[in-house]
């Protein structure tokens, strides 16, 4: 089992950038999949979640409006864009990998957005 995240990166306050996680070793459109955010010094923070066949979305408040989940089963992948980042949105950025009973779950190794002028 393997979720690769990429896109992470430096951005500028208002920028934009879009991660993507691809996964291997399991029947990921099985799996609900979800995107969490890491401070060093904090909980690890839940930022949205897309069930396995991508009708129901989720968010955190803090980024309604501005991050969009999505995935593509063919490929295995899921997706988070994210626009008009601020300062706070900076952390390590993880997808993780939920079975639809909740008992399976897999995470992947994280990407650094650092949002800063």
């Known amino acids: 089992v393997q979720l690769v995240e990429s896109g992470g990166g430096l951005v500028e306050p208002g920028g934009s950038l879009r991660l993507s996680c691809a996964a291997s070793g399991f029947t990921f459109s099985s799996y609900n999949m979800k995107w969490y955010r890491q401070v060093p010094g904090k909980e690890r923070e839940l930022v949205a979640v897309i069930t396995y066949l991508g009708g129901i979305t989720n968010y955190a408040d803090s980024v309604k409006g501005r991050f969009t989940i999505s995935r593509d089963n063919p490929k295995n992948t899921v997706y988070l864009q994210m626009n008009s980042l601020k300062p706070e949105d900076t952390a390590v950025y993880y997808c993780?990998?939920?079975?639809?009973?909740?008992?399976?779950?897999?995470w992947g190794q994280g990407t650094q957005v650092t949002v800063s002028s």
């Open positions: 993780n990998a939920i079975s639809q009973n909740g008992y399976y779950s897999h």
